[in-house]
């Protein structure tokens, strides 16, 4: 399998795993989201080890390795993006598989399985017509103030969602034209759905408009806009005013 097809099939493998552990019956809220993180990233690290043993390998769930830093090609993966959504039995959870060239989100496939869908770079679909008052994506628990005023500002109406790639992919699917996040995130949480974002033509920066750039030292990245490229400059400049 080429980079692309391996992102799309562990994304797809993974996602399966987690529906079969959550269909036992046997776990229920915060053991079940346990179990299920441990167990997909188990598969996902364990198979990218031998299926790419040269590159290097950044997950949420697996104690950091500084090898990465001085590889040229590092995977990225969060094997479980909204655990609270995937113990809930709900369907806004997803997860990432990403494949970062010199820091740049480059392959990715976000699975959202809650839906059956697998969304990736290398199979990018035209995007859906934008709706004529645009929406605008923010957390279902903790909507980030920022995002609200600029929403406030440009008439958009907020559509709350669960995990990153719930929300990043719903953008790609055509159900909302912004996700603008500021409330904190991990390299993790928006590494692939960036990759797909951008693979379908969609805008993908930091909230200053400066790239958003993997394989850092430090993985905290709090702040991104993923939007339809009308949007981008619109939500950046409001964005900046306030800072």
């Known amino acids: 399998m080429n980079d692309s ?8 493998v993974a996602g399966r795993l987690l529906l079969e552990v959550r269909a036992s019956g046997l776990l229920s809220l915060k053991a079940l989201g346990k179990a299920g993180d441990q167990t997909a990233n188990q598969f996902l690290c364990h198979a990218l080890r031998e299926q790419r043993p040269d590159d290097g390998l950044l997950s949420e769930e697996e104690k950091d390795n500084a090898d990465r830093l001085s590889k040229s090609r590092v995977w990225i993966i969060d094997p479980v993006d909204g655990t609270r959504e995937y113990g809930e039995e709900r369907t806004d959870w997803a997860v990432h598989v990403a494949l970062a060239i010199d820091g740049v989100p480059t ?13 990736r770079t290398d199979q990018p679909q035209p995007l859906p017509p934008a709706a004529s008052k ?10 980030a103030p920022e995002a609200v005023a600029v929403a406030e500002k440009i008439g958009a109406d907020l559509v709350p969602m669960g995990s990153a790639g719930a929300k990043a992919m719903a ?3 055509g159900e909302a034209e912004i996700y603008l996040h500021t409330g904190g995130q991990y390299e993790w949480d928006s590494c692939a759905p960036a990759a797909v974002a951008a693979a379908y033509g969609l805008h993908i920066s930091r909230v200053d408009g400066s790239p958003l750039v993997y394989n850092q030292a430090d993985v905290y990245m709090p702040d991104l806009l993923i939007c339809r490229p009308e949007w981008a400059e619109p939500v950046l400049d409001l964005v900046r005013g306030a800072a």
Request: proline share 9%.
């Open 107 to 119: 392959i990715g496939a976000v699975a959202l399985p809650g839906l059956g869908l697998i969304l």
């Open 5 to 12: 097809e391996l992102a799309a099939h562990l994304a797809d």
């Open 171 to 173: 953008v790609v699917r």
């Open 134 to 143: 645009p929406r605008m994506l923010v957390s279902r628990t903790r909507p």
